[in-house]
């Protein structure tokens, strides 16, 4: 085991319950992730997470996606939850940001997509240039509303992986 799972491992239940939150905002998700240890490894972690998530129902999902700042805005806090999503956003909220058109276009891009299909656009972030992420959201506009509720969800499962992998390398 890594120093992570055995950190994870000993956690009281709500604070393993917080670890998880902070890597996904679906209550139940992190609920049944802190029911379900030990887990052997991190890969056994982080199968346990797909499997979940992939059991969980479409309102969980929406719950997770509304715990995320939309693309280039950040949530007022300081929780790990928003570290992270501004590490993730890093090409559109950091010193080298999209100037300042393209921030305005994805805003007004998110808006849309906001009006077409009830909730944010999701989309793992991470190495992703604001100009890529703009073309991606205006590729899933064209989804109809079932096909796209399974695309963020998956880019949820992606981003979800993500913060799980950078809570184990720094616990």
């Known amino acids: 085991m890594s120093g992570g799972i055995d950190r994870l491992s000993s956690l009281p239940a709500a604070d393993a319950e917080a670890v998880f939150l902070a890597c996904c905002g679906a209550p139940s998700w992190a609920r049944r992730m802190a ?3 030990p887990y ?3 890969a056994d972690l982080l199968q346990a997470a797909d499997r979940v998530w992939r059991d969980l129902d479409h309102g969980d999902w929406l719950q997770a996606f509304a715990a995320h700042p939309r693309i280039g805005e950040r949530k007022p806090g300081e929780d790990q939850a928003r570290r992270w999503a501004a ?4 090409s559109v909220l950091g010193p080298n940001a999209a100037p300042g058109s393209a921030l305005a276009e994805l805003a007004a891009a998110q808006r849309t997509y906001e009006e077409r299909f ?3 656009f999701i989309v793992c972030a991470t190495g992703k240039s604001a100009e890529e992420m703009l073309a991606l959201l205006r590729a899933r506009l064209d989804n109809d509303p079932e096909t796209e509720l399974r695309a963020a969800a998956e880019e ?3 981003i979800t992986r993500l913060r799980l992998e950078k809570w184990l390398a720094d616990a």
């Not at 590490?87 to 890093?90: F, K």
């Open 156 to 158: 949820q499962r992606k």
């Open 35 to 37: 029911v379900g240890r």
């Open 40 to 42: 052997r490894d991190d």
């Open 87 to 90: 590490q993730e956003q890093a």
């Open 118 to 120: 009830g909730h944010i």
